[in-house]
């Protein structure tokens, strides 16, 4: 991959469609346009063009064009749109005269993006927001988005690390004043004071771990005994039929998932094996992938089906009891709600409980860590942090406050990109689409 190509993508949705977008970076995006397209508007003006092949001068399309010069743009580079329309033939068309340029390549994936980070335009932090705004499947999610791409955890981050730089500055003017490298009172009031402040608003981030939880999604496990109802529920919840419902005991043997936006937050809703003891292998393994993920889960609708014997509920953080099919006889037997999927009762109820329970473990958007990538940075600094401020209090070596210093300097420059972002960018935009 060249940095100096000029590359160009698809940036709207495959398939047939009205409108195809197609983006082009690099230097050689002026003269491609002026190729394809004849006179340049005004940048940043849309103007409708007549696209022909630069090799053989036939006619592709009508288009609508601009023209971007960087650094003002998206990459920060030179960059030009065409919006052409949506048709396959005519999408191929396009792409396969761009692809005939010379220097003209196609884009990898997320190497729009890329280019935009090594230019400035954003650091890694809002390159992880964007990244989560295309992914986002909620209202929640997308806020909490929105402002990680805005610079929330960034501006954040750069002003702790300009503020350890600062610490660090002074431990190492200090060493000028003795030979014994002893810090001035005064001066050591400052530092300490400093690096309190840091460490106390990073352990206030650290402690905040809503912005993770949101971003993955909620995790509510259905549990109980076989035929307790859990696979009509999960198909209630899901609203379409996404497990096997028979009244053959042991029906469900593996794990099923489904995504689900409930009041705008993330959850997801696992479908288990039922618990008992089986002399069935693979029902055995069921029963045990169903345990673990109960035991890791955020929450455990344990459910309680009218016959049969009362089973013990497996270890969770936080577990309600759910009487299932409610629409026969039962003596009530303690439970929080009472359902009957198969006829709705209760179900409205029920979701009503989980948005609740899904927003006071989300909490309201105040979390700035949003991954575990972040967590681990602001681990690393915030104990370098404790280090260096151990080492000063007990008059130890000033060399050695200051490199506990330097080393949490840099753990926090990790999550703006100032430092090791190469691993991060391979990983971040191997997931991103293609012209992003």
Do not use: Y
């Not at 730089?165 to 810090?183: I, N, P, R, W, Y």
């Not at 307790?228 to 209630?236: P, Q, R």
């Not at 469900?252 to 003891?277: F, K, W």
């Amino acid at each position: 991959m060249r940095s100096d190509d000029t590359i160009f993508a698809i940036a709207s949705g495959h398939g047939r469609a009205a409108v195809c977008l197609i983006r082009i970076s690099g230097p050689e995006s002026r003269t491609i346009l002026e190729r394809m397209a004849g006179r340049l508007p005004e940048p940043r003006r849309a103007v409708v063009r007549t696209l022909r092949d630069p090799a053989s001068g036939e006619q592709l399309d009508q288009a609508l064009i601009l023209w971007m010069p960087g650094p003002g743009s998206f990459t920060g580079e030179d960059q030009a749109e065409l919006q052409i329309h949506g048709g396959l033939a005519t999408r191929a068309a396009v792409l396969r005269a761009l692809g005939s340029l010379e220097n003209c390549r196609a884009a990898e994936a997320g190497e729009f993006t890329r280019r935009a980070f090594l230019n400035g335009r954003m650091d890694l932090a809002q390159v992880e927001g964007l990244a989560d705004i295309i992914d986002a499947e909620t209202e929640a999610q997308r806020r909490q988005a929105m402002r990680q791409f805005g610079g929330r955890l960034g501006n954040a981050a750069e002003g702790w690390r300009e503020s350890v730089l600062q610490v660090l500055a002074l431990l190492e003017a200090s060493l000028d004043f003795s030979d014994e490298g002893d810090v001035p009172e005064d001066l050591e009031a400052e530092i300490l004071q400093m690096i309190d402040r840091v460490h106390r608003e990073i352990g206030q981030a650290m402690a905040n771990r809503s912005g993770e939880r949101l971003r993955e999604g909620l995790t509510v496990v259905l549990a109980g005994p076989p035929n307790a109802g859990k696979s009509t529920l999960l198909n209630a919840l899901a609203r379409r039929d996404v497990a096997i419902v028979s009244p053959i005991a042991g029906t469900t043997r593996d794990v099923i998932e489904v995504h689900c936006d409930l009041g705008g937050l993330p959850v997801i809703i696992v479908d288990t094996a039922g618990l008992r003891e089986s002399a069935d292998v693979i029902e055995q393994e069921g029963v045990s992938r169903a345990r673990a993920r109960a035991e890791n889960a955020d929450l455990v609708l344990w459910l309680v089906p009218p016959e049969g014997e009362e089973s013990t509920p497996p270890p969770a953080r936080r577990l309600l009891r759910v009487a299932t099919k409610s629409d026969l006889a039962r003596e009530e037997q303690g439970c929080d709600l009472r359902i009957a999927a198969a006829t709705g009762e209760g179900l409205p109820e029920l979701i009503a409980r989980l948005e609740e329970e899904a927003a006071a473990l989300m909490g309201q958007g105040d979390a700035i860590v949003t991954r575990e990538r972040h967590r681990k940075a602001l681990e690393r600094a915030h104990a370098a942090l404790e280090r260096s401020r151990v080492m000063l209090v007990n008059h130890g070596p000033v060399e050695l406050a200051a490199e506990e210093a330097r080393l949490a300097a840099r753990a926090i420059g990790e999550i703006t990109g100032r430092v090791d972002v190469e691993d991060v960018l391979d990983r971040l935009f191997s997931s991103f689409c293609i012209g992003k």
